[in-house]
């Protein structure tokens, strides 16, 4: 799997939606210290994490939830506003990265390479957070 597109917006210092296109097989992330280079790997890191933790379009979640996941619910929001936080991403994924117990003929639609569009936007909800995917 690549991934080959991804942004983020309202996650920590992400006030305006932080965007990273053109990915290849290899990717550097530089810059000066404190620009967010640590929140960007974090909020992909979140992006899986929420990817393999709801097993449903849409999931309340608990802080201890987030906190199982990693994840200290305040310190990922914003703190200029109560916006959601929104993450992105265009994976592709090539038959090859299927597991070996898969039978590829089982997705018919996956050929040697599907390119998946993955939009997550994870709300604070009273006491809850709702995560949509």
């Not at 997705?107 to 009273?126: D, G, T, V, Y």
Request: hydrophobic letters at 40%.
């Amino acid at each position: 799997m690549q991934v080959k597109r991804f942004s983020v917006k309202g996650y920590k210092n992400f006030g305006s939606e932080i965007v990273l296109e053109d990915m290849g097989a290899i990717c550097v992330i530089h810059g000066e210290n404190n620009i967010g280079k640590s929140n960007l790997l974090e909020a992909m890191q979140l992006f899986f994490q929420l990817l393999c933790f709801n097993h449903s379009w849409f999931a309340k979640l608990s802080s201890e939830d987030l906190a199982q996941l990693g994840f200290k619910a305040s310190e990922i929001f914003s703190l200029e506003s109560e916006s959601p936080i929104t993450i992105t991403a265009v994976l592709k994924i090539e038959t090859s990265d299927l597991p070996r117990s898969q039978n590829p003929s089982e997705f018919p639609r996956l050929l040697k390479s599907s390119e998946i569009h993955i939009n997550i936007e994870l709300q604070k909800a009273h006491n809850e957070f709702e995560c949509q995917i």
